[in-house]
T-cell receptor, first 116, second 117 residues
Framework: AQSVTQLDSQVPVFEEAPVELRCNYS??????LFWYVQYPNQGLQLLLK??????LVESINGFEAEFNKSQTSFHLRKPSVHISDTAEYFC??????????????FGAGTRLAVHP | NAGVTQTPKFRVLKTGQSMTLLCAQD?????MYWYRQDPGMGLRLIHY???????AKGEVPDGYNVSRLKKQNFLLGLESAAPSQTSVYFC????????????????FGPGTRLTVL
């Protein structure tokens, strides 16, 4: 069975510092990987996803994640964070044989707190 | 274009009461989902639907029922609420882009915070 581990439940960081949110998954088949972000009192929204091709994927607001098959990881990074990046970040995985529906397995989430 | 909306936003129930959560989407998506979010556990899939008139169980279906009578609506029912069902409930929807349905982005509603006393 698939599982997703987000290694840090909370990450405090100062504004303009770099940040890495770690995500590891377990799966024996080909996978699709996602990062979703949840801003306070809102639903989740897609930040970026890896489907195939280049292992480095980027979002429009400066985040990037790298798919590492040998380490079964999909860590999320940003070189310089803003106060507005304060949110909870969820890593999720789905496989290519999920029976025709987009079943996502979510990690427990990492709360990113950016301080001035 | 409202996206995915959920009704109500908040609700407090007593043990044994029933209620229905409504999810509506205006994006003509085929797939719809109900999740619950609990602290430290991420989101867990309760039930899902791959089209009008069809529903299926997810990871944690016990104590919940669903219906998808119209393509744009997906209802989640609690017949006899229990304190263990205190949670935040999210509805989501996605396109069905063919063979690689697992690649589709899910669009989430704002959530319903339910407390069962």
């Amino acid at each position: 069975a698939q599982s997703v581990t987000q290694l840090d439940s909370q990450v405090p960081v100062f504004e303009e510092a770099p940040v890495e949110l770690r995500c590891n998954y377990s799966s024996s088949v080909s996978v699709y990987l996602f990062w979703y972000v949840q801003y306070p009192n809102q639903g989740l929204q897609l930040l970026l996803k890896y489907l195939s091709g280049s292992t480095l994927v980027e979002s429009i607001n400066g985040f990037e994640a790298e798919f590492n098959k040998s380490q079964t990881s999909f860590h999320l990074r940003k070189p310089s964070v803003h106060i507005s990046d304060t949110a909870e970040y969820f890593c999720a995985v789905s496989d290519g044989v999920s029976g025709g529906y987009n079943k996502l397995i979510f990690g427990a989430g990492t709360r990113l707190a950016v301080h001035p | 274009n409202a996206g995915v909306t959920q009704t109500p936003k908040f609700r407090v129930l007593k043990t044994g009461q029933s209620m229905t959560l409504l999810c509506a989407q205006d994006m003509n998506h085929e797939y719809m989902y109900w999740y619950r979010q609990d602290p430290g556990m991420g989101l867990r899939l309760i039930h899902y639907s791959v089209g009008e008139g069809t529903t299926a169980k997810g990871e944690v279906p016990d104590g919940y029922n669903v219906s998808r009578l119209k393509k744009q609506n997906f209802l989640l029912g609690l017949e006899s609420a229990a304190p263990s069902q205190t949670s935040v409930y999210f509805c989501a929807s996605s396109y069905a882009s063919g063979g690689a349905a697992s690649t589709d982005t899910q669009y989430f509603g704002p959530g319903t915070r339910l407390t069962v006393l």
